[in-house]
């Protein structure tokens, strides 16, 4: 006969087996906090790549259940890249720019970093770099890569700075300089479905057929 257990010993038992995931949990995000410390290039290069690899697959088998390696294989090593090298220099020097135009920080500090971000690293720095990394790995023609991002340029920059504007607030008024670029990264997961699907309008007239 199956004995009746009472609701504190159900409480009880729903306790005990999410403990070790929780525990579990605890570790990973100590260990990678730890990596983000300590190991900061090698943790934000391999975070961005994973993001970019992870959004661009949503948003490809989504669509009609098919996966194109080459394609997610630029946006893999467009994460890299960016989450990695480019932001290690570019949030670094930032915040020492800032230092010298708002030295009290508060809201002119944060004013300034997302001014900066706006006008100078995502038109000039993260789009070009989109652009130059996807025509690389998909093997794109110069002239046929130029014709492209000149075509999807405007457009995908005004999309950039609609969804990734609250994003940059939050982070440059909240968080450390070493956890910024981990946070783009984590958003990026986002970020990358749309960017997928704007750069990509072959497909979606493919799919309307």
Request: hydrophobic share 50%; aromatic share 12%; glycine share 8%.
């Amino acid at each position: 006969m199956q004995q009746c257990r009472s609701p504190m010993q159900l409480r009880l038992g729903h306790a005990a087996s999410v403990a070790p995931m929780q525990h579990a949990l605890r570790r990973g995000a100590a260990s990678y906090a730890w990596s983000l410390q300590h190991r900061h290039l090698l943790t934000t290069t391999s975070s961005g790549a994973l993001l970019g690899v992870a959004g661009d697959a949503l948003t490809q088998l989504s669509a009609d259940g098919t996966y194109d390696s080459r394609r997610g294989a630029a946006f893999g090593a467009f994460g890299a890249v960016l989450t990695g090298p480019i932001n290690y220099v570019w949030l670094g020097g930032l915040q020492r720019a800032v230092q010298f135009v708002a030295p009290a920080g508060g809201a002119a500090a944060v004013a300034s970093k997302v001014a900066a971000q706006s006008t100078v690293m995502q038109p000039f720095i993260y789009l070009p770099t989109f652009f130059g990394v996807e025509a690389a790995v998909r093997g794109r023609a110069p002239d046929a890569a130029l014709v492209r991002a000149r075509e999807l340029y405007w457009p995908t920059l005004q999309k950039l700075w609609a969804c990734w504007t609250p994003a940059v607030i939050f982070a440059f008024a909240r968080l450390p300089t070493h956890q910024q670029a981990v946070f783009f990264a984590a958003c990026s997961f986002a970020w990358n479905a749309v960017l997928s699907f704007v750069s990509n309008p072959e497909q979606r007239r493919e799919g309307r057929g």
